[in-house]
């Protein structure tokens, strides 16, 4: 049964061959074109809920399974009385068993076919059956004019399993154009999407099919998709374990009655680099972060501002306590590391990396250890001696400490995020669209939470400031770590209409 998603349940999400020893499995215990059948109707109910009052149904096919999967819904469409044009671009000598199955039951319908493209109205829909999750580059030549055509239109756009042109595995758009055109940005009215702000929600939908895919809901995934909607086509994977899961937000646990400040762990932030001698001062990215810590449940929030002038208090936050990290204890508590860090922060790492026995490390940090192989080392040594650690790259630290680029981050986030945790030996969440958490032993979890009001400077202070709080509070690193991406994004997508997020204000909602 079709089902629009809701991010706020886990899900299994299923790569390319672990969705095919799915699909194989299945296909074994069912009678032949079982699968397809069931996807061509799916496709078709979808299509006529999104577009009821259309006066054409354009459906864009492609040479292989996915095509057939168009066809099969074209042949309902037809049934019901209504007139569906398709433009098919297989060759029916070549087609798979199924597609030709398909391709025969739409001609008996009498589905009209045309080579022509289309003109599409508002009240339109456009289906993109080109290319399924099995392809390996980016559309070209007729395919890339179809697709284009689609992308253009002001009419409602369905893609069938994933939009053609994206990975399935890993949300990298291929297609000739952006995720979404020129004209779904006219469209836009500032509708919220399934999962947060972007602008092609309003007219853009994908149904995926059998499983749900990684690459629906990182990278360039979320924008291609728009509303995503789900049908398993009536098979249960039992026997296959998960690529990931998507990420929900788990139950706060409950605090008791007695209890006290000291009950919910004490937060050191070490950053905030201030240097009058280059006039430098970035105090306010360690301030988010303990705001952030303070809001999100922190019992004591101190911060350890780095530079010669301490302040003795914040007076739009008397809570925060300010001290030398030289005097504080920091084998006792939880130390947030790296906001605003600058150049000051190297030295203090090495004390840092040997005493904390909860430590997140964030922004400038994160660039100081990717530059000195001794402070690597460190980190690495933390797991010998059961301290914990959360990294928080966003895709540039990533590909810093992983001596790569950028480009290699993002072309698979879910692998770089799980090399950073295997090869630290810790918790790594992988900021951006659709940010990645992976820990050695884990499965990982893809967030669906947030939108791009997150983009905007010191958001990813708050992040480690929060996850800090749930560390002190007594969670362990993968959970904290989830459930603050979770709940971080969840606030930005609750984010009252009309009204700016800015990073400060981010912080005091998060309680």
Sequence with gaps: MVSRLIPAKAAPLFDLAATRRIEVTAQAALSPHTLMRRAGLATARLALALAPHARTFWIACGPGNNGGDGLEAAMH??????????????????????ARASLQRAHAARVAFTNQLPVLGAQDLGIDALLGIGATRPPEGSMAELLAHLHASPATLLAVDVPSGLQADTGVWQAPDAPYSIADRAQWTGAEGQFGLHPCAARRHTLSLLTLKPGLFTAQGRDACGTLWFDDLGVTPD????????????????????????????????????????????????LLAASAALHGGAGRVYVSLLGDDTPALDVYQPELMFRRADALPLNTMTVVCGCGGGEAVRAALPAVLAQAPRLVLDADALNAIAQDPALQAALTQRATRQ????????????????????????????????????????????????????????????????????????????????????????????????????????????WPAGSTLTAGLLARRLG
């Design 77 to 98: 469409l037809r049934q019901w009385g209504l007139n569906p044009v398709v433009t098919w671009l297989g060759d029916e000598d070549h087609l798979p068993a199924d």
């Design 239 to 286: 026997n296959e374990p998960p690529s990931a899961w998507l990420n929900a937000p788990p139950p706060a646990p409950p605090r008791p009655h007695a209890s006290h400040k000291g009950s919910h762990g004490d937060v050191v932030v070490i950053g905030g680099e201030h240097d009058p001698t280059r006039h430098s001062a970035m105090t306010g990215a360690a």
């Design 387 to 494: 301290h914990v650690t959360v990294l928080t790259p966003h895709p540039l630290e990533a590909a810093r400490l992983l001596s790569t680029d950028t480009r290699q981050v993002q072309a698979d986030r879910l692998a770089a995020a799980t090399a950073l945790a295997t090869r630290f030996q810790c918790v790594a969440v992988l900021k951006g669209s659709g940010s990645i958490i992976a820990a050695a032993g884990e499965v990982p979890r893809i967030n669906p939470t947030g939108n791009a009001r997150l983009a905007t400077p010191g958001t990813g202070d708050v992040l480690a400031g929060l996850i800090g709080a749930l560390l002190a509070a007594g969670q362990t690193p993968f959970s904290a770590a989830c459930a603050a991406v979770c709940r971080h994004g969840a606030a930005a997508n609750a």
